[in-house]
């Protein structure tokens, strides 16, 4: 098993960009596939991004390709989101979870098996 702790949040105006970052503890991180999600007030939680263990592969939700980074370091244990161009809608908890050896493209909540307690990023417009 994994411990994911999420930090980088924080409050920003429109148009600005943030980093956030995962480390986890725990032995064998490079054959997790790991995601990054974010729940709104009021809304169901959203799958963000998704990036293979080996890194190669990654996935992401529409509403946010072209503008946010997944990426991942295997010797530090990390997983990153880099978001740019950010709005209002961003504004919400992001989470960030592990997926042992699975990847098939934009995963979903019932395929991680670990999950960290969020980080919260609030947009002024």
């Known amino acids: 098993q994994v411990q994911l702790v999420e930090s980088g949040g924080g409050l920003v105006q429109a148009g600005d960009s943030l980093r956030l970052s995962c480390v986890a503890s725990g032995r064998s991180f490079s054959s997790y596939s790991l995601g990054w999600f974010r729940q709104a007030a009021g809304k169901e939680r959203e799958s963000l991004a998704t990036i293979s263990w080996s890194g190669v592969d990654r996935s992401y939700a529409d509403s946010v390709k072209g503008r946010f980074t997944i990426s991942r370091d295997n010797a530090k244990s990390t997983v990153y989101l880099q978001m740019n161009s950010l709005k209002f809608e961003d504004t919400a908890v992001y989470y960030c979870?592990?997926?042992?050896?699975?990847?098939?493209?934009?995963?979903?909540?019932?395929?991680?098996?670990?999950w960290g307690q969020g980080t919260q990023v609030t947009v002024s417009s």
């Open positions: 979870a592990a997926a042992r050896g699975l990847y098939f493209g934009l995963l979903s909540m019932t395929d991680y098996n670990y």
